[in-house]
């Protein structure tokens, strides 16, 4: 099984033997070992329930494994703490299933929300949201409550979001759930972009469609374990 | 954008989303400063004036018979062997006579029909600074009753003792009132900054998300209970200020009240009350977001 990263040499993401077990009937990940390059952009697919959500909270540290080590960058993120854990998330965008959207606010005022931690000022965030959401044709969403919004408009938002800081990294778990298909092709050129612009994106999905034709690496998990790790045959 | 523009923005957010619970702590904290204050303010008043009557307590020893020089010098050496007093003034009958009449002023021709010497002769014992606890006050008083020739002792005890107690009372009182400052200043904010945590856990999940730094997440909330303290004490402090302002011009003038000379706190005293006011309103934000506040 070929788990190494061939784009780059310099590692973003490594993960050896990361177990992730809830209860003594739960065991969500099981033994994942994987590297993933900078500037790399990885597909973890798999059915509901595989372990997919779960292995991108670790890589955000929102999660601690259970066993095993994740480096971010080369650093350990299980001895990441207070300030330092904190640039770290600074540095990573994701945009979760369940959106974690403030339904009480506008939808430029959560974009904002990722650009205001870091102390950006207040007129480039202004500049950045807008482009943002004209981007993901939001335009017209900007000074409305996402929770006034359709699920396909608050996951852009959510997107959105992710990417507003240009981080490092981006992780975004099934980015087009709730997408129809001309939606899901701008957001995927949204990713694509980011990724060009030197970002590691790992998109965790069960859609197809966005990784069928894709040259990039695709992981595929079963009950929590790496079934394959293989190049998608795309162009 | 500034740490502490956002920190603010953030407060004002906080103050928006849960303004009525914030008023209510307000409120209370304002209303625990006022009454401690209170009375706090009349108990020192009342040590104040109770000290002045110290000045001026004296003790009068009612004798049989008129002392004769060698009698005199034997009640000083008894008077002075329970303690060391401040003066001993003898009193004869024709002194007691002249007294009396002088405080008779203008009615003093009452004594007109009177014998001079109706008045019985008496020691005026003004007691050290030292011995003018209340407890030592009634020893005294009791010794100088069983000393051979004394009718009686007069201190105005009960007065004093009425006195002695109602400053006590007003002392449990303070302290009452002091422990419910505690209490609702450390409780009330307490709950208030809980209320606020729980209505926004999802955005403090997401600031976590999107790489809030501790001090980005908890200092807001620890404002909050430092403005809770300042606006509570400080208004707790003016409005006695004002009720105190009122009373003296409502009440000046002849009357029960003129006999106190109140005054109101030094502006030191009043600032501690602030200060303490708003380190417990601090202390209180801070324990809750210890407890319920993980990052």
Redesign the interface.
Known sequence: MNTNPTQSSEIMIEMIKASKVYSKDVKALNDISISIANGEMFFIIGMSGAGKTTLLKLISSMEQPTTGLIEIGGAPIHQLKGYKLARLRQKIGVAYQDFKLLTDRTAAENVAISMEVSYKKPQMIRKRVKDLLAQLDLTDKHNKITGDLSRGEQQRVTLARAIANSPTMILVDEPTGNLDAATTEKVMKLLMKCNKAGATVVIATHDDTIFRHTSHRIMELQKGSILSVSRGNGT | ???WF?VFRQVGRNLRQTWGSQLMTLLTVTLSVLIFAFFYLVYTNMLKWGDRLGDDLSLIVYLEEEPGPELQQQYIKKITTFDEVEKITFISRADAYQRFGKQLGQNQDVLDDLPGDFLPPSIEVIPLKSLRNLNQVKFFSAYLAKLPGVLKVQYGHEWIEKFYYFTKLLSIVMLLSGTLLIMTTIFMVAYTIRLTILNRQ??L??????????N?IRVPFLLEGLLQGILGSTLGIASLYLLFQWIKLHFSGPGFLNMFQFSFFPPVISITIIGVSILLCTLGSFSTMQKFLRI
């Open positions: 954008m500034s740490f956002t999802a955005e999940e997401l600031l976590k998300l999107v790489g809030a730094t501790n980005y």
